[in-house]
């Protein structure tokens, strides 16, 4: 079955500085791969998806960027805010239901 | 509704009691899905339904778990003679399409359980 592994746990960065936050999988027929959110005490939200037919999409200050030849996918987070303080998961899924989620990275942001 | 909906929000329940976690989707969402998330860990699936059916149990830790949507909208999960293992957060989540529609799933907050 897939399995979906995620780096860093834990990413502290500065204030204004990028975050990168990776993801790999293991299904080639793997085809949808979104990024969600997690704030304490709250449900996941999702934040940025992208599927197989795309290497890359941009919402503003968010990009996730896709290589399906390596099997891996990245969230790119720029200029940070505090506010962007929160445990960011990865998932996968494919032509069925499925999503198979990542462990989380816990990002702090520095003031 | 805005969103998915669940209650309550925190349970604390005494060991070999039962109960029930409530799950309200967004109105018009075929697809309906359970998770359990323990702390610091993903969420990992429980089970699935589309409308009323439930297609995808595979997830339910023990027969002691049981998830109900019989009308195809609101959906019950009832965990029956409770352990402290069952301590987690319940979270429940909805997608407009069906297998092979959208897949993007919209979350509720969660029903934290602690079972002392």
């Known amino acids: 079955g897939e399995n979906v592994e995620q780096h860093p746990s834990t990413l502290s960065v500065q204030e204004g500085d990028s975050a990168v936050i990776k993801c790999t999988y293991s299904?080639?027929?793997?085809?949808?791969f979104p990024w969600y959110k997690q704030e304490l005490g709250k449900g996941p939200q999702l934040i940025i998806d992208?599927?197989?037919n795309v290497g890359e999409k941009k919402d503003q200050r968010i990009a996730v960027t896709l290589n399906k030849t390596a099997k891996h996918f990245s969230l790119h987070i720029t200029e940070t805010q505090p506010e962007d303080s929160a445990v960011y998961f990865c998932?996968?899924?494919?032509?069925?239901?499925?999503?198979?989620w990542g462990a989380g990275t816990k990002l702090i942001i520095k003031p | 509704g805005a969103g998915v909906s669940q209650s309550p929000r925190y349970k604390v329940a005494k060991r070999g009691q039962d109960v029930a976690l409530r799950c309200d989707p967004i109105s018009g969402h075929v697809s309906l899905f359970w998770y359990q998330q323990a702390l610091g860990q993903g969420p990992e699936f429980l089970t699935y339904?589309?409308?009323?059916?439930?297609?995808?149990k595979s997830g339910l830790p023990s027969d002691r778990f049981f998830a109900e949507r019989p009308e195809g909208s609101v959906s019950t999960l009832k965990i029956q003679r409770t352990q402290q293992e069952d301590s987690a957060v319940y979270l429940c989540?909805?997608?407009?399409?069906?297998?092979?529609?959208?897949?993007?799933?919209?979350f509720g907050p969660g029903t934290r359980l602690l079972v002392l």
């Open positions: 339904f589309q409308n009323e059916a439930q297609l995808d």
């Open positions: 992208i599927r197989s």
């Open positions: 299904d080639s027929a793997s085809n949808y």
């Open positions: 989540a909805s997608s407009l399409g069906g297998l092979a529609g959208e897949q993007t799933q919209y």
């Open positions: 998932a996968v899924g494919d032509s069925n239901y499925q999503l198979i």
